[in-house]
C-alpha cells in the first residue's frame, strides 16, 4: 500500500513469488476467534498513514473499518499528506509519543530505523506467515536477525502512457535506448513535450531515473554497493550514468520542475506529455475512468550485457519501539498481513499493486499481469534509491539530481558534492 515508495541482498528469482506469501488460514481463525469472543482484547491504537491520495485514502479507511469489526482493537486512523509524512517520520519516530504503528517501506530503510532502536521486534508476528518467501522475510529483518516489517504489497515502476495518445501520434512502445529517442523526437516534433517530471514537492521522483539508468548501465550489485557506501558517487561508472541522461534532457517537460508528480499525472492524461517514468502509486492520483486507457512500457535496455533488473518497492507496515500497546499493534500487523485485508485494500483503492499474501487476488486486468510478468522476467529486483539506501540519504539525492537536471554542465561538481555530503550521512 503505497503513495508514491536490511542490507543490500540480491532478489534473484524472486517473480511473482517475491511478492509474499501467508499462512492465511491461521490468522483468520485467530480473528474469528476473538471476534466470537465479543470482547475488544486489543485495545487502542494509532495507525499514521501517509496514504494521502484520495483513493489509497479510501483502501486504507476501508481496511482499518474492517479490523475494527473483529474485535481485536480499535485502530485511530491518521492521514498525513505524503510529502509532510516523508519529512516528519524520524522526528515522530523519536517522539516521547509516537504513533503504534506506521505506513513505510521494507529494506534498508526500514533497518536504518531499527539500528536506532526505534522500531518494535515483529519477529512473533511473523512465526504465523510461515509460507512467506525468504526473499520477503529477509526485506523484512533488520541486521540483528529481528523482524520488524510487515510487507502488504509491491509493485512496479514503468514508462507509463495512454493507448490513445500514443495512437493518435502514430508511436510504439520502445524497447531500446536508441528507439525511445526516436519515439521523444516524433513527439516533440508533433509538439508534444514527451517526457513528463514530477519535481515540485516531490523531487524523489528524479531518483527513479538514475536508478534505473545505474541498474541499466552498471547492474544492480554496483548500484547497491554504491547506495551503501562501497562505491563513490564521483566515480567514472557515476558519471557515465549522467552522460547518457543528458541525451534526453532536452524531451523533459519543462514545466515539470514545478509541480509535483500528482499533477505531472494529469498532465500525463490530458495528453500534454507523452510518457512519464513513474510507479504504478500514480494511479490513485488518476480518474478510474482512465484506468483502461493506461498502459507502459519498461525501462529501455541499454547495454544488453547487463541483466536486466528492475524496481519493485515493497510497501507496508512497521510499528514503534515505544508503543503502548503492542498486542493490539501486532493484531493489527497480523490483520494487514491477511489475504482479505489486501483485497479490501485492492478493492477500494486504485489496485495497481501485487498482493504481499498470495492467497489474494490481485485485480484481473491486463495492466497488472503485465506488470507481474515483467517482474517475474526480471534477473533482479531493486527497491528505490532510499529504500536501497535509508531517508538519511534521499536529500543528498534529491539536490544532486535536481541540480543536474538544472545545469548538466556542472556534473563533476555536483557529484562531488554528492559524494561529500553522502559520506556526512555514512558516517553519521
Sequence with gaps: MSDFEPGRRRLLGLGLAGVGALGASALLGACASSAGSGGNTGGAVTLQSNLSSPQSKAGIEKVVAEFNKLGKGTVTLNTIAAEVFRTQLATNLTSANPSDVFTWYAGSVANAYATKGLLLDVS???????????????????????????????????????????????????????????????????????????????????????????????????????????????????????????????????????????????????????????????????????????????FPIIDPAVPVAEEAPTDGFFASAKSANPTGTKALLTYLASAPAQETYIANSAGIVLPANPKAKAKDSPLVAKGKAMLADAAELTQFFNRDSSDELQPTADVALTKFIDKPDQIDAILAEWQTSAEKVFKG
Aim: hydrophobic fraction near 40%.
Design 124 to 298: 512473533d508476528v511473523w512465526k504465523g506467515l510461515a509460507d512467506y518467501p525468504q526473499s520477503m522475510r529477509t526485506l523484512s529483518t533488520d541486521s540483528t536477525g529481528k523482524q520488524i516489517f510487515v510487507p502488504t504489497n509491491n509493485y512496479w515502476w514503468g514508462f507509463f502512457y495512454r493507448k490513445s495518445n500514443f495512437a493518435k501520434w502514430g508511436v510504439q512502445p520502445p524497447k531500446t535506448w536508441s528507439d525511445f529517442i526516436g519515439v521523444c523526437q516524433v513527439l516533440q516534433g508533433k509538439g508534444i513535450p514527451p517526457i513528463g517530471i514530477g519535481l515540485g514537492d516531490t523531487p524523489w521522483v528524479a531518483s527513479a531515473w538514475f536508478d534505473y539508468l545505474d541498474i541499466r548501465i552498471n547492474g544492480a550489485p554496483f548500484h547497491r554497493d554504491l547506495l551503501a557506501g562501497k562505491q563513490r558517487f564521483d566515480n567514472p561508472k557515476v558519471k557515465a550514468v549522467f552522460a547518457k541522461w543528458r541525451e534526453v534532457l532536452p524531451y523533459f517537460d519543462p514545466k515539470g520542475k514545478a509541480y509535483p508528480f500528482q499533477e505531472a499525472t494529469t498532465a500525463l492524461l490530458g495528453g500534454k506529455t507523452g510518457m512519464f517514468l513513474i510507479g504504478t502509486f500514480f494511479a490513485d492520483a488518476a480518474p478510474k475512468d482512465a484506468l483502461d486507457d493506461i498502459d507502459f512500457f519498461q
